[in-house]
């Protein structure tokens, strides 16, 4: 509950029944409940109503809520301090997150939670086991929100399983936390992060992030996307069949001819990438020895089979 005006009022013909001033509002709450002000009297009211939230963040197993005042409340589990309330019980609705009242931004991950502000630094709280908090170490849990090091100046913000993104007014990104995957795109896989240090190898001109479990990926200016981290179930894009990227790789085109011998790869073009998927309607098929993406024409129509009613082929 957020005030939202102050009212002084004298009494000037008897008694006034305060509802009646708030007659246009009737979902605002006034205290004193029921007040009477006599004649030449005067009474100071408070007028509460609830805020509505402007943006939402689900984590592993908790949910953050932030306000049109700039500040945030989280609920669910909390045995990390995720919720940033200096307590580590569960809460059934959400509860005030302690010190952040000019957040621009919010992102939860598995344990953790990150928030924007309006100054461009970051700050997170939770577990940090894997230095996912970006407070220069790997141990213990904060039930407050700290400051992440080393970020100034910051756009954007992505929060995965384990680790973090920020997008720098560079349009550079930095990662910090979890990089057993690469999901911090310095070059390694075999240090987590503590603290923001090396931009992402390879991105000069972001302009959008995100996150997931174990990988992260960015929007570029010409609309192509790079992703790196885990790749185990192909979430890269880049049809390589690798169990993972230090650096960034580029994602492919979704739509593309089967090829199942080298000789059968198709010729560069500057219309589409290929990662070695085939097009609607065809088996799902990889090539079995191409190492990188490779480029196509995408036809003007694609073929579909057994087509749905109402669609033609």
């Known amino acids: 509950m957020k005030t939202i005006s102050r009212f002084v009022l004298a009494g000037m013909f008897g008694t006034v029944p305060a509802a009646m001033l708030l007659a246009q509002a009737p979902a605002i709450t006034m205290t004193p409940a029921s007040p009477q002000i006599l004649a030449g009297q005067t009474q100071q009211f408070s007028a509460t109503s609830p805020l509505t939230p402007t943006a939402i963040a689900g984590g592993g197993y908790h949910t953050c809520l932030m306000f049109p005042d700039a500040t945030l409340r989280c609920a669910g589990a909390n045995s990390w301090g995720q919720l940033g309330n200096g307590g580590f019980a569960n809460a059934a609705t959400p509860v005030p997150v302690t010190g952040i009242t000019t957040a621009s931004l919010v992102g939860a991950g598995i344990e953790h939670t990150c928030s924007l502000l309006a100054d461009g630094t970051i700050r997170c709280w939770g577990t940090n086991y894997v230095g996912q908090l970006g407070d220069g170490s790997t141990a213990g849990l904060s039930e407050v929100p700290k400051p992440v090091q080393g970020i100034t100046g910051a756009i954007g913000l992505a929060v995965g399983g384990f680790h973090n993104c920020a997008l720098l007014s560079n349009r550079t990104v930095k990662c910090w936390g979890r990089n057993q995957d690469g999901q911090v795109g310095n070059g390694d896989n075999t240090t987590d992060v503590r603290a923001p240090d090396l931009p992402v190898s390879g ?43 230090s650096t960034p790789v580029a994602v492919g085109s979704p739509y593309c001819p089967v090829a199942k011998r080298p000789s059968d790869r198709v010729p560069q073009t500057p219309h589409a990438r290929c990662t070695g998927t085939a097009p609607i309607g065809s088996s799902m098929r990889r090539y079995s020895s191409a190492s990188v993406a490779q480029t196509t024409t995408m036809p003007a129509t694609i073929p579909m089979r057994n087509a749905p009613v109402g669609l033609t082929q």
């Open 203 to 245: 991105l000069s001109s972001a302009a959008e992030i995100t996150a997931g479990g174990y990988h992260s990926c960015a929007l570029m200016p010409d609309s192509t996307v790079r992703c790196w981290g885990r790749n185990t179930r192909g979430q890269l894009g880049d049809g390589t069949g690798s169990l993972y990227a």
